[in-house]
């Protein structure tokens, strides 16, 4: 068996895409078609030639001795003369052009090559993509039965000149095969029922048809197979988030420990800070108002009157229960609790508003809304769905439907800050920091026009929590929805603080939520799936915590703003003066 081929690993500024040699499968072999092997096949012809040259040739001499006209042939001259040209032909297309196409395509030996090549690879390319498109549509995709995979091992570094992947040569076979189009980077994982290894396979021929090297993104390490089918396709690797932790978190009589997945310096410190100075206080309070998932679909008639009339029908008290009935079918979770409707003339934007159990919803809401629209189909055959969101809903967009009817949870949280703690944690006082307030988040947020954004940095704090306990990062647009107000009470001792969130979007079942490490973060903070004693607890408990921990950042940035100290700890922990070429090596 051939060892596996190692690949070479230059330096990554250097890295270019190799020019591409006609593969020897691509263009195929005669040889395939034989019915011996080629060396049992070669050694006959070789054979053959030589033997009739010999008998020619002796024919010939034969011939002249006797004075027999040469074109007088025998039955076995005609043989012999057969032969020779059959095994000359052989010996031609085996030998000859073989070699001469040796020479016309001088392979590279190395899989990158340096820049001067630059010009060259660009046509290349060019025919790279345009060989792609078709791919997975017009090409018979199938690949030739898959042997087992033999370990691929991977190295973190392409720099340091060590090898970067060791291909089993089965493996290297399909890679070859994705880089030339014929086999679907998609299909891999279907094909060889191997997430692993489908994903080892896309990243090398990802490599080698971009030029660049993937060496600090890890493959090892992480479970393709959960990701399958629902959180993310074509997987190459994985990115790596450090999570901190900030708290413990004191809300309504019990501590948390709130992970945070983040690369900006200064945010956990900075939350840890607004946990402490809540925890002296007495711990915040929160309240859920409401816990409602939206979807709205637009449907166009004829007339304006008609879209009116279904505004109407949708909006009567007596058909409800015959709506939530139909609604209800989808989940035993989704609980249709109410529609409000919007007319743009013909168009007719239905927002539905349910209730999804422990889960986010989006999908529930979804599957809810078709079975209502199916069901007026027979009643408004005239109804024209245009989709089943019509943006209304409004979902991952700053839209003020959701700032003033909300979304997902809508929670409201408190606490009351000691005088003390605010000097001595926060660094500052109670007066100025309801003076900031009122001038930042409230009258500056409104000079700018902001929808929603009437605090110093919600959107940090959701942002962190939602990636490390595997929420939508996309939802964070209308999650950050917050208004912080700061108030003197107690004599102007002590200082009221809240935030007011109308749009929390949060789930702890489905979507990324199950995978290994964001499990791990629910799990810390006991809101992990499905509730057992009451469905929905978890994913309330967890917008409770997202709305604690953004009271928490709000109070300690506002602080450092008001104390003047922002700057000088963003210099401090956001440039860290470490050596890194030590700490790299
Ligand atoms: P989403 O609607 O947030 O996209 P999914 O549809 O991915 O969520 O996940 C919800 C799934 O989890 C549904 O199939 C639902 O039946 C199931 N499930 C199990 N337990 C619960 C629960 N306590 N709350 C909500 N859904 C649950």
């Known amino acids: 068996m051939e060892a596996p081929r190692l690949y070479s690993t230059k330096p990554v500024q250097s890295l270019k895409p190799t020019k591409k040699i006609p593969l020897e499968e691509d263009l195929g072999k005669a040889s395939d078609a034989l019915p011996l092997p080629l060396y049992l096949t070669n050694a006959l012809f070789f054979t053959l030639f030589f033997s ?11 011939k002249i001795r006797t004075s027999t006209t040469l074109h007088v042939v025998t039955f076995s001259d005609i043989i012999a003369i057969f032969s020779f040209f059959a095994s000359f032909i052989y010996l031609l297309g085996f030998f ?7 020479l016309v395509f001088q392979p590279s030996p190395d899989v990158w090559i340096a820049e001067d090549e630059e010009e060259d690879n660009e046509v290349l390319l060019a025919k790279e993509d345009a060989r792609k498109v078709p791919c997975g549509q017009a090409l018979d995709c199938s690949l030739p039965p898959l042997p087992p995979a033999a370990p691929i091992v991977t190295t973190q570094k392409v720099c340091d000149e060590k090898p970067l992947m060791v291909i089993p040569e089965e493996d290297e076979e399909i890679v070859k095969s994705v880089v030339a189009g014929t086999t679907p980077s998609y299909s891999l994982e279907s094909k060889l029922g191997d997430c ?6 896309r990243r090398e021929a990802l490599q080698r048809l971009t030029g660049k090297s993937l ?18 396709e074509m997987p190459v690797g994985y990115v790596q988030i450090p999570v901190g932790i900030a ?41 859920l108002l409401k816990d409602g998932m939206t979807r709205a679909p637009c449907v ?16 009567d008290p007596d058909n409800f229960e015959t709506l939530s009935v139909v609604f209800n079918r989808s989940s035993r979770f989704g609980r249709l609790q109410g529609i409000k409707c919007a007319i743009a003339g013909k168009n007719l934007y239905i927002r539905f508003t349910c209730s999804t159990g422990d889960a986010m919803g989006m999908n529930m809401v979804s599957k809810g809304v078709q079975n209502v629209l199916d069901f007026l189909q027979t009643d408004f055959p005239d109804m024209d769905v245009i989709g089943i969101s019509g943006n209304y809903c409004s979902d991952k967009k700053p839209a003020a439907v959701n700032w003033i009817e909300g979304r997902g ?23 100025s920091l309801v003076e900031l307030n009122m001038l930042k988040n409230l009258t500056g947020s409104a000079m700018a026009g902001a929808l929603g954004g009437f605090n110093a940095h919600a959107s940090n704090i959701v942002a962190a929590i939602y990636i490390a306990t595997g929420q939508d990062p996309a939802q964070n647009v209308e999650s950050s929805h917050c208004i912080t107000m700061m108030e003197a009470v107690n004599d102007g001792k002590d200082l009221h ?14 979507g990324g939520t199950q995978l290994a490490s964001q499990s791990a973060c629910l799990n810390l903070l006991g809101v992990k799936g499905a509730s057992k004693e009451t469905p929905g607890a978890n994913s309330r408990m967890l917008a409770a915590i997202v709305a604690s921990a953004v009271l928490a950042g709000e109070l300690s940035l506002m602080s450092a703003i008001a104390a003047g100290q922002l700057v000088k700890s963003h210099m401090k922990y956001n440039r860290s003066t470490k050596d890194v070429s030590k700490a790299s090596s």
């Open 409 to 431: 949870k809508s929670v409201v949280c408190e606490a009351t800050i000691k005088g003390d703690v605010v000097r001595k944690v926060l660094k500052t006082s109670v007066e």
């Open 300 to 315: 166009r008639f004829g007339t304006a009157k008609r879209a009116a009339d279904l505004k109407l029908y949708l909006e």
């Open 215 to 232: 060496s600090g993104l890890p493959l090892d390490g992480f479970d393709y197979e959960s990701i399958l089918g629902q959180c993310c």
């Open 247 to 287: 708290g413990p978190l004191l809300v309504n009589g019990r501590e948390y420990s709130v992970p945070m997945a983040t690369t900006e310096g200064c945010l956990v410190a900075s939350t840890n800070r607004g946990c402490k100075a809540i925890h002296l206080s007495g711990g915040a309070t929160s309240v």
């Open 497 to 510: 603080v809240s935030v007011t969130m109308p749009s929390i979007e949060v789930g702890t079942v489905g």
């Open 52 to 62: 009739v040259v010999y008998f020619l040739l002796s024919r010939w001499r034969e």
């Open 96 to 102: 000859g052009i073989d070699f001469v196409q040796s």
């Open 196 to 201: 692993k290894r489908a994903a080892a396979i």
